[in-house]
């Protein structure tokens, strides 16, 4: 089992930035690569962007060049900055882990409100 927290949402204007942190604590080991989705109101999750176990990363054309996701091995944690927001990028994000076998583990959510 995987146990995932989120932090760092809040409310910004236009043109900020902020950085969202997931804490990962279980079975890390069975970690094969961590994403951060992100859900609006009356739309489907989309992944937002991902980190293999190897580093490779893979951003949605929506955020390249303006969200960068990075881990710390040392901290069990992946982190999301996010800058240029804007109000399109409002939705609850969430941490998402995907183990080597079909295992998926979920957070609770963190919720990013960006004003125009």
């Known amino acids: 089992q995987v146990q995932l927290v989120e932090s760092g949402g809040g409310l910004v204007q236009a043109g900020g930035s902020l950085r969202l942190s997931c804490a990962a604590s279980?079975?890390?080991?069975?970690?094969?690569?961590m994403d951060w989705y992100r859900q609006a109101p009356g739309k489907q999750r989309e992944l937002v962007a991902s980190?293999?176990?190897?580093?490779?990363?893979h951003y949605a054309d929506s955020v390249k060049g303006r969200f960068t996701i990075s881990r710390d091995n040392a901290k069990n944690t992946i982190y999301l900055q996010m800058n240029s927001l804007k109000p399109e990028d409002t939705a609850m994000y969430y941490c998402?882990?995907?183990?080597?076998?079909?295992?998926?583990?979920w957070g609770q959510g963190t919720q990013v409100t960006v004003s125009s």
């Open positions: 998402n882990a995907k183990a080597f076998t079909t295992a998926t583990y």
């Open positions: 279980g079975s890390i080991s069975s970690i094969a690569a």
């Open positions: 980190i293999a176990i190897g580093g490779s990363t």
